[in-house]
């Protein structure tokens, strides 16, 4: 079965410093990967897809199957960034299994 | 289009009680999702639907708790004889299964049993 594990459920970081949210995944095949956010009070949202390989809000996320890891990076932590933050994956388009989440609060 | 729907937003009931929620997707998602999240949890998979067919359910849903969609647009969830440990968010999402571009989610139904 598919699982995702976010380790982290807290993590603060200081205005302009680096953020890591880690996620890795134990699934044997190329499942989709995606980061969810979900801001004070709003609906949860998608943040970004490993397979469009962009970057939202300057996160960036790597997919690395070596390490079944798909963490989300962001060079300079803003305070609008302090919000809920789930991992998900989706296998042979059926449904998205999330994980617990981080909640990511940046200190200003 | 709004996006996801959901109604209520919010639902206090007695235990015993029976309750239904409704969720309307967007129009052109053929796929529709029940979830669940309870605190400090993820969204947990409840049940899903491609039009009105319902795909899938999880072991988490009882025979208390059953899904429509009856014309492959809006659904319903109902939890029957509600217990204390349904009180959860119960949130639905929809998308197209043509794509795989993620699912856009509700706002959620906030029950709480009493």
């Known amino acids: 079965a598919q699982r995702v594990t976010q380790p982290e459920k807290l993590l603060s970081v200081f205005k302009g410093a680096p953020v890591e949210l880690k996620c890795n995944y134990s699934?044997?095949?190329?499942?989709?990967l995606f980061w969810y956010v979900q801001y004070s009070r709003q609906r949860l949202q998608l943040l970004l897809r490993h397979i469009s390989r962009e970057s939202i809000k300057g996160f960036t996320a790597d997919l690395n199957k070596g390490e079944t890891s798909f963490h989300l990076k962001k060079p300079f932590a803003q305070e609008e960034d302090s919000a809920m933050y789930y991992c998900?994956?989706?296998?042979?388009?059926?449904?998205?299994?999330f994980g617990t989440g981080t909640r990511l609060t940046i200190i200003p | 289009d709004t996006g996801v729907s959901q109604d209520p937003r919010h639902k206090i009931t007695k235990r015993g009680q029976n309750v239904t929620f409704r969720c309307d997707p967007i129009?052109?998602?053929?796929?529709l999702y029940w979830y669940r999240q309870t605190l400090g949890q993820g969204p947990e998979f409840l049940t899903y639907?491609?039009?009105?067919?319902?795909?899938?359910k999880s072991r988490l849903l009882s025979d208390r708790f059953s899904a429509e969609r009856p014309k492959g647009s809006f659904s319903t969830l109902e939890i029957q004889r509600t217990e204390q440990g349904d009180s959860a968010m119960y949130l639905c999402a929809s998308s197209s299964s043509a794509q795989n571009y993620g699912y856009t989610f509700g706002s959620g139904t906030r029950l709480t049993v009493v």
């Open positions: 129009s052109e998602h053929n796929r």
């Open positions: 699934y044997s095949g190329s499942p989709e």
């Open positions: 998900a994956t989706l296998f042979g388009n059926e449904k998205l299994t």
């Open positions: 639907f491609q039009n009105e067919a319902q795909l899938e």
